[in-house]
């Protein structure tokens, strides 16, 4: 009989995982979830208990079963690179919450590791697998707003300390806003866009000292990165990613071509609504009016808004736009493993990633542009109509 699962074995049941493993339990075909674990014993029991999952491991116990084939690593980026090298070194595939490493070293490393033994690694985010980013995608290629010449992308909050249980890792090495929240926004502009050539950024940190549930903590990290980067298509925009914004009207994603323009979802979410402006309409109506002022309120004037539609989504979507799919990416690894074939996700861009969101803080500290020195390919793309739960 076919193999139509991988079993698969989880380590860190914290936050994160309240979403990744009920998702890799119950949705997706291509997961089996065998066992988890945790530093933390009854957090692991609770996991198994609330999901039915057959088996509670030490991380040892989980890396020496030679039944599962594939770890998804759930823990604090701290120690991302540690567990994801201990479990490529016993034989594992690896799929890693963002990011895959906190240093571009850390990265080729776990990229060397699995290429020499044959095993793949990848990493969040998933969410540009998902049917918001993945109409942006078919939107880009199939031309229908030009040569991309500019962007922006905008990650406009106050921290985290208001409302997460623990939020204090935030603040510290491999916090931050750039490596929370900005792997979704430099994910998304590299698989829309292609590898990054160039990176100039500014970092600050203005509140130096946060008040952590009471404590007065000191900041390790910059909380605002204001960047520009440069792709090698020839597409140069900016990126911010803020932890000291209260509130903010600067979009999500959008992005800028020679015949229109394309407002995209929040790169966080696997769904959205995307929008796109018809710029040559607007162009055939200017060139045929008469006269300055009423070529001039064409151009600037409410009317304008008659060449903006919202774009049917080209996958189906579930009714709620913020439904989390997390766990797709595993589940698209999995659907490789069986398939033998490479997954969307891979090692290379989960490296070109890590390069990226180091890069802002290496250019601001040199006060020069950073010149990237890995590439990527964009992912493949989902299969046009296709479930989200029905990976291929």
Known sequence: MAKTAVKVGVIGCGNISLVYIPNLVNKYKTVEVKAVADIIPEAAQKSAKDNNIPYVYTVDEMLADPEIELIVNLTIPAVHYEINKKALEAGKHVYCEKP????LDEAKDLVSIAKSKGLMVASAPDTILGGGLMTCRKIIEDGTIGRITGFTANLCQHGNELWHPNPGFFYKVGG???FDMGPYYVAALIAL???IKEIYCKCSCPTPVRDIKGEMVNVEVPTSYNAVFEFENGAVGNVMTSFDIWQSKLPDLEFYGDDGAMYGPNPNFFCGPVTVFDGKGLEKQVKGIDGF???LMAMVGPNKDQYLKEVD??????EDPHTNLRGLGVADMCSAIINNRKPRLTADFACHVVEALTACQKS???GKPYVM???CEKPEMMPLGLDLWEVE
């Not at 895959?100 to 240093?103: G, N």
């Open 364 to 366: 601001s500290d040199s």
């Open 100 to 103: 895959l490493a906190l240093d």
């Open 193 to 195: 866009l292609g590898p």
């Open 176 to 178: 931050g806003p750039m």
């Open 293 to 295: 002022f009423e070529k």
């Open 313 to 318: 989504p080209m996958y189906p979507v579930p």
């Open 373 to 375: 020195t890995t590439t």
